[in-house]
């Protein structure tokens, strides 16, 4: 098994993640949107988050995990009886309560047993502008890469529509933005095939 990155406080980080053995990991449109609502409470409060896309089988977000003096430790603590101290945060677990309380709410859902995703979950850091700029592009054009949609523009499930419109967004939309330049910019760079040569050891597949 190849060594997966250390996530530590203040780093950008590609995560990604698949169905266990490949299988489905979002069977209708209520569990696209419940997978984004658990981002929200386990890993909105600890990362800021630049790009994502869902697909039937397998995820990516980009983002960047907070150093541990931004956590608003008052963020993650889920109910009364769950108090967090902001030394003992630790950004790896908190994937891995998404990925648990999405798992206990699919198999309850679907009456089935297992585990959804593969395990360990994948990261890779990211340490350049360039690599930044190029899996903006990659991850949301991996609906057009597997072929379900013929433009980026067309597919759902991803943060391309929430960069591109003026609505309320959790993203960074402005700091994506200024990574173009501007939205034109933007726009026009995921018009046109772009090379990843240079950046495949940033790519999971």
């Known amino acids: 098994m190849a060594l997966l990155d250390k996530i530590e406080f203040g780093h950008y980080y590609h995560i990604y993640n698949r169905g266990n053995n490949g299988n489905t990991i979002f069977f209708d449109e209520e569990n696209y949107r419940y997978f984004l609502s658990l981002y929200l409470k386990y890993i909105y409060p600890i990362a800021d988050t630049f790009y994502w896309c869902l697909l039937k089988n397998h995820f990516h977000f980009l983002i960047r995990i907070k150093e541990l003096d931004e956590i608003k430790i008052d963020q993650l603590n889920y109910s009364t009886h769950i108090k967090i101290n902001k030394e003992k945060v630790n950004p790896s677990k908190q994937f891995s309560h998404l990925f648990n309380a999405y798992t206990q709410a699919v198999n309850k859902k679907y009456d089935r047993t297992g585990s959804v995703f593969e395990k360990p979950f994948k ?83």
């Open 123 to 205: 990261r890779k850091v990211v340490t350049s502008q360039d690599y930044l700029i190029k899996l903006n592009f990659y991850i949301h054009n991996n609906p057009v890469h597997h072929r379900l949609v013929d433009t980026i523009s067309d597919y759902k499930w991803s943060s391309y529509h929430s960069i591109i419109s003026s609505k309320p967004t959790y993203i960074l939309r402005n700091d994506v933005i200024e990574m173009f330049d501007d939205l034109l910019n933007f726009k026009i760079y995921h018009s046109r095939n772009q090379d990843f040569e240079d950046i495949k050891f940033l790519i999971l597949e």
